[in-house]
């Protein structure tokens, strides 16, 4: 008897052993492509662009189609400042004008911030980043677009897809 259930106890250690290890899940998706839960769609942003902003076009663009997202009128996202005109640019944060800090968090890629938010947030291209970079190191220049564009302002928008 006692060696009956032996020979079952080894059977079934062996039987365990060649099994081998239980078979590893598949590894996760990707966390900070794939949100576990479809994220609500935000509704789109009310105010993307404001009239006689004073901002040159590719400037006012760029930050239309990649920053007002959040740096709008309401802010979203608790973004801290508003990213709409001129004056915007050239106020005071921390001591140094706005658009400083733009170069600086634009430079090092910090912005857009890097959320997970639906539609995603995308990122700047390199030429976006070139006139945003540009502009700043030139002492952000007034510049016009829309309604204060003259019919010979010149620049071109910068679209995009
Ligand atoms: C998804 C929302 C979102 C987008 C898109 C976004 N920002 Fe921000 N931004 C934030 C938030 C939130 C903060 C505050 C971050 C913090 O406190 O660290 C911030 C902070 C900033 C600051 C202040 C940084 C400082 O240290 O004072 C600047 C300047 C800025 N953003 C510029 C931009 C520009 C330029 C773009 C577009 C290229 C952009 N942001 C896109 C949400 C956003």
């Known amino acids: 008897m006692t060696s009956a259930f032996v020979a079952a106890f080894a059977a079934l250690l062996l039987w365990r052993v060649l099994e081998g290890p239980k078979k590893k899940p598949p590894p996760a998706a990707p966390m900070a492509l794939a949100p576990p839960e479809p994220l609500p769609l935000e509704p ?4 993307l662009r404001v009239a006689n902003s004073g901002l040159p076009c590719d400037v006012d663009d760029v930050l239309a189609s990649k920053c007002r997202r959040c740096h709008t009128q309401p802010p979203r996202h608790s973004a801290p400042v508003q990213l709409l005109s001129l004056d915007d640019l050239h106020a ?3 001591g140094a004008p706005v658009y400083q800090h ?3 968090v ?3 890629g910090y ?3 890097a959320i997970m ?4 947030i995308e990122r700047l291209t390199d030429a976006e980043k070139q006139t945003l970079l540009a502009w700043v190191s030139a002492g952000a220049p007034r510049g016009a677009c829309g ?3 003259g019919p010979d302002a010149g620049q071109k928008p910068a679209r995009r897809r």
């Open 102 to 104: 733009v170069g600086r």
């Open 92 to 94: 005071d944060r921390n």
């Open 117 to 120: 938010a639906n539609p995603p």
């Open 111 to 113: 912005m857009p911030f």
């Open 106 to 108: 634009v430079e090092s």
């Open 147 to 149: 309604a204060d564009a």
């Open 44 to 47: 789109p942003v009310q105010v």
